[in-house]
């Protein structure tokens, strides 16, 4: 279990990063929308591929939603260029080389951590910025339907 540094009820940490295109972006330019902000190890990876593909397949609901998906893992922009390319992914992925946002929000821990990578952990943060829900067990081909139906259960 990863020892998550955020709170339920409380503001998300603010991140600014590149993202798989190298553009700038703050989580706080997503106020006004629901962010699902999902950490995974390692891009181009089995599970890695699977999740991201799952959420893709899944776009066009968390849109319906008013949701924002953002994949973040340790890997750098070039290589998230090549898996957003590879898995032909239509949302952004955030590129955390440093480790910052992992570690910001407790998905950089554990064996994971041992080896650079972040743990799969989700957190979802409602259209004011608040985290109102965190997954720290995560199955890659379920999870995006689990993610919507929390949505959905909050009234988000």
């Known amino acids: 279990m990863a020892s998550l540094n955020i709170t339920i009820g409380k503001p998300a940490p603010d991140l600014e990063a590149v993202d798989d295109r190298g553009e700038r972006m703050r989580l ?3 106020r006004g929308k629901n962010v699902v902000l999902y950490f995974y190890p390692k ?3 089995p599970g890695c591929t699977i999740e991201a593909r799952s959420f893709n397949a899944f ?3 968390f849109e319906k939603r008013n949701t924002v998906v953002l994949g973040v893992s340790t890997d750098d922009v070039d290589s998230h260029e090549r898996f957003r390319n590879n898995c032909g992914l239509e949302f952004r992925l955030i590129a955390d080389p440093d480790k910052e946002i992992s570690q910001a929000y407790g998905a ?3 064996f994971m951590s041992w080896l ?3 743990q799969r952990v989700t957190v979802l943060i409602d259209k004011k910025g608040i985290v109102r829900h965190v997954w720290d067990q995560v199955s890659p081909r ?3 339907e689990e993610v ?7 009234g988000l």
């Not at 919507?148 to 909050?154: H, V």
């Open 28 to 30: 706080k330019d997503f």
């Open 43 to 45: 891009d181009n990876t």
């Open 59 to 61: 776009l066009n609901e």
């Open 108 to 110: 950089l821990s554990g």
């Open 116 to 118: 650079g990578m972040a």
């Open 142 to 144: 379920r999870h995006p």
């Open 148 to 154: 919507l139906e929390t949505i959905d259960e909050l």
